[in-house]
């Protein structure tokens, strides 16, 4: 995607910086611990951590199936629980507008106020919509938006402009405002409730809220994060924190989400006959999928693999494929000996792969039992589309580059928090609910229904 604005681009974000700042005048500032020492928020201080922010990441892939960070939204600030989604691009929050399906009590919901509605015919409801453009009865008519996620859950809600408080990692706090969702419907398919209050979108689109700081030149359009196996660790936007002697790889400048260039499957250091395979680096998603042909592919090497060893196939209520041993496992470590290393080397680069060790694919359960965590997406509603989730990205710093087209890995210890991390952060964390709420996404543009407090609360089509 180019990151640079052209002129119109320009034009229409200070247009709708104007409109905001009439309704929330001194919102857009920057403030420091120091009294009287205002600092400028403009790139030239990159050096300085002053274009980059840093967020603690609380969660794990199994029992919880989420990792999260925690936002502040609105005036005065309220703090919400996002789960940080690298497969979608709206961000959204659970919204009492009136409320059907959320998941958080009442007082735990946002409340959207009358100013703050995006309307039909904002250049941000076209962005949110992008390709398709939103359907408008009136020109002032609020933004509505509906996202319907493969595993058949979906979020209807309305578009809406309000201020974020985000602390820079030099310790300056900004207020502005961004573009997100107020979702007032939610359908969870699943058996645990959503995860947290809301989803972060952070693939490349443009209405993510990456591609909305970067279009104030606040900083640029890269993020990463580490997740430990352990639970927790980091996530960042901005380059501040990418490492030197990371792997990089090309993704598709014609998508949204981040798809690599085609691959070919090793297993044990040995070809498997499984090339071209494209996937998508999706953070959303607690496992990694693989369509039913290369499913069934590794599966059946992975198999092979245990033939003779000490263990015995079990049903566990986890995951559909697991073992037991001759007594129960502890961790990843007791069992990971017994299975091999799966790696993808990627073609169109030089010599870049990315390795699969067992604990990047293994779950021990709370009954002792280890699960594969690679999971039939063609089953799941992808189709034949791979993707590589949070279980595989455990244990490297990911940095997606939207600058330069590119995603890169490298190994790190995501145990513990970079030193410029500013101890602000770690307030108010609260620890969300557990639960997967879905991988990937598409936006559909809706129309209007019923009035409702400020919202116009729609019933869904049948």
Known sequence: MDVKKSKATVALMMMFMMLF???????????????????????????GFHSSFLFPVIGNVYPLGY?????????????????IDTGSDLTWVQCDAPCTGCTKPIDHLYKPQKHILVSCEHPSCGVVHFPESPHCEKPDDQCDFEIDYVDHGSVLGVVVADVFSLRFMNGSLIHLPLTFGCAYDLKNPGPYDPPA???????NGKASILSQLRSFDLTRNVLGHCLSGKGGGFLFLGDDLVPSGMSWMPVSANSKHYLSSPAEVFFDGKPTGIKDLKVVFDSGSSYTYFGFQVYEGVLTLVRKGLTKKPLDTVQDKALPICWKGTKPFKSVHDVKNYFSTLTLKFKDTQNIQLELQPEAYLIVTEDGNACFGILNGTEAGLGDLNVIGDISLIGKMVVYDNEKQRIGWISADCNRLPNSLDSNYKEDI???????????????????????SYVRVRNREL
């Not at 120091?34 to 400028?40: D, F, H, I, M, T």
């Not at 209050?197 to 693939?203: E, T």
């Not at 609910?433 to 409702?452: C, D, M, R, V, W």
Request: glycine share 8%; net charge neutral.
């Open 21 to 47: 700042l009439v309704n929330f005048p001194g919102c857009f500032s920057a403030a420091s611990h120091q009294p009287n020492n205002k600092k400028s928020t403009h790139l030239k201080h990159h050096n």
């Open 67 to 83: 990792y999260s960070i925690s936002l502040s939204i609105g005036n005065p600030p309220k703090v919400f629980e996002f789960d």
């Open 197 to 203: 209050a809301g989803v972060l979108g952070l693939s």
């Open 430 to 452: 609260q620890q969300p609910y557990a639960a997967n709420f879905g991988i990937l996404e598409e936006n559909h543009p809706k129309t209007q229904g019923s009035s409702e």
